[in-house]
């Protein structure tokens, strides 16, 4: 999660922005202490009334969610800058159907930016829950790491 310049193109306001990046490499440690077990993939299928009541369970469904969406957002970065590559290419030729689909991806990279701003927004909602459950249950990055050590004995 260090290269997070990707994201400057989501359409969101800046402030919203450089809060929500500023606050990554925090999520990035605590993901890396809590670890990524075989129950991060059940904890994906479930909503977040669905999770039992242990602050450490709902910490961790949100740093899912916070990579899920940072995954999500990187992929989409990559298939806009492609999609702008083939972009160049086509507007190189002069035919109907070039400039059709110099149109459509014109369009999609739209779409997908639009898309890219709501994960985005959705990962900062997700960074909001994690700090409150941090700050609620006086959790702090040493207790997480010993909530680790105590899953990975048992």
Same mark, same amino acid.
């Given at each position: ?5 990707? $994201? ?8 919203q922005? &450089? @809060?929500?990046?500023?606050? !990554?490499? +925090?999520? /990035? ?15 994906s ?8 009541d242990?602050? $450490?369970?709902r ?7 916070i &990579? @899920?969406?940072?995954?999500? !957002?990187? +992929?989409s /970065?990559?298939?806009i ?36 701003a709501?994960?985005f ?7 909001d ?8 249950n ?17």
């Open positions: 999660m260090e290269d997070i310049t990707l $994201f400057e193109n989501t359409g969101i306001e800046r402030k922005y &450089d @809060k929500v990046l500023s606050r !990554l490499p +925090e999520y /990035h440690r605590g993901s890396v202490i809590i670890g990524n077990s075989t129950s991060q993939s059940s904890y299928l479930q909503s977040m009334q669905m999770i039992s242990s602050p $450490f369970s910490l961790k469904q949100c740093l899912a969610q &990579d @899920k969406r940072y995954q999500a !957002l990187r +992929e /970065h990559f298939k800058e492609k999609m702008k590559l083939e972009i160049e290419d086509l507007k190189e030729k002069s035919d109907k159907y070039s400039r059709l689909e110099v149109d459509e991806k014109i369009v999609l990279i739209e779409e997908i930016q639009k898309k890219m709501q994960s927004r959705r990962m900062g909602m997700f960074q829950m994690y700090d409150a459950i941090m700050k609620n006086n959790i702090y990055l040493q207790k997480l790491q010993l909530f680790n050590k105590i899953n990975f004995l048992h």
